[in-house]
């Protein structure tokens, strides 16, 4: 048993600490790319310039804003399940907020 | 949808009605602002705490996405309130669960709340996104700077002849000179704006023709001066660039109070 399991499992022992670590790092940026919702306000702050500026019609308008909506609702979704802060819904002032 | 399945459909959400809450004012009395609110034209009236109130409407507790007609209902009211307050805006899509709630936030931020009307009294906001027009630039430049004229023509007149070299000298000398200009027409704006108004503050550009995303905060004493300033100023640049005034708004770029809300569950 002995030697034979040290042979089996040496080789195994570097890599799959590596491609823990790697998880934990790939799943750190997954994480920061699913909850982040400065991009897709960009974009709709960029689609609205477009309308303004007449590059766009309104039917356009709607049709990629529905989209960017569509976005938002899953990147809220995601902060939700990691439990960050979302912006909207409801909410009420702190309970351990800053004495008076 | 048949009568009887919208019928359904209306009963169904809950019973409890939150209040959207819009900005917040400095007024004793209760006040009523009309069926303005977000969603269905709601109505829109006041919570008082002291002399400080809320400008409300009830709604569903929802989250409102941030569509233009989400947004332009918010602004409305905020708009509508502003021909007769100097008000604090609160961030889209704000919903508390009860009047409760909303009372909670105007005791505990009262004075931060009292400190930036105070502040804010009689100030407004205008914004200005100033975008040019890449071609028209690039022909400024070569009509006033003689290094890259001289360049170009040569690169013309030689078009068989002429390096990949110089034509990455010529590209270059084109992009120092166009971000110089943008730099240049950006200072010269803010200066001459700057006597017009009390502060201003410069936000990310949106898209590669945008070279000014600003907010300024003006005095409503100076509001002619800014809008004529402005337009001169739009006049002066008119053949390079193209101006997006837009305003009176709230001042939304220049309040800054970091309110400690957690999620109602």
Aim: proline share 4%.
């Amino acid at each position: 048993m002995g030697l034979l399991t040290n042979i089996l499992l040496a080789p195994f022992l570097g890599p799959v600490w590596g491609t823990k670590w790697t998880l934990d790092k790939v799943d750190r940026v997954v994480r920061e790319e699913l909850t982040d919702d400065t991009p897709i306000k960009e974009d709709l702050m960029a689609l609205q310039l477009k309308l303004e500026m007449g590059e766009i019609d309104d039917n356009e308008y709607v049709r990629r804003e529905a989209e960017i909506m569509q976005r938002l609702r899953e990147v809220r979704e995601w902060r939700e399940r990691f439990g960050m802060a979302t912006s909207g819904g409801p909410v009420r002032v702190a309970e351990r907020g800053e004495s008076e | 949808m048949t009568p009887a399945e919208s019928a359904t459909a209306a009963v169904e959400p809950s019973p409890v009605e939150g209040k959207y809450v819009y900005c917040i004012i400095r007024n004793d009395r209760s006040k009523e602002f009309g069926e303005i609110g977000i969603g269905s034209g709601s109505r829109v009236y006041t919570i008082s705490y002291n002399d400080l109130a809320a400008v409300v409407s009830d709604t569903p507790i929802v989250i409102y996405d941030p569509t233009r007609e989400n947004v332009l209902a918010h602004e409305f009211v905020n708009e509508t309130v502003m021909r007769e307050f100097t008000l604090i805006p609160m961030s889209f899509g704000t919903v508390f669960r009860s009047e409760n709630d909303v009372l909670a936030l105007l005791k505990s931020t009262y004075q931060a709340f009292t400190d930036v009307l105070d502040k804010m009294q009689d100030k407004i906001e205008f914004g200005l996104k100033i975008l040019w027009d890449r071609d028209k630039v690039v022909a400024a430049i070569e009509r006033d700077n003689d290094e890259i004229r001289r360049l170009k023509d040569e690169i013309t007149r030689n078009a068989a002849s002429s390096t990949y070299f110089a034509r990455m000298q010529l590209g270059r000398l084109v992009e120092a000179a166009m971000e110089e200009a943008s730099n240049r027409y950006v200072t010269d704006i803010h200066e001459q704006l700057k006597d017009v108004s009390v502060a201003s503050r410069s936000n990310k550009v949106i898209g590669d023709r945008m070279i000014l995303n600003a907010a300024f905060l003006v005095d409503r004493k100076d509001e002619k001066s800014f809008d004529e300033k402005v337009k001169a100023i739009s006049l002066q640049y008119e053949d390079l660039l193209t101006f997006k005034y837009t305003g009176p708004w709230p001042p939304y770029n220049f309040v800054n109070i970091k309110l400690k809300l957690e999620k109602a569950t």
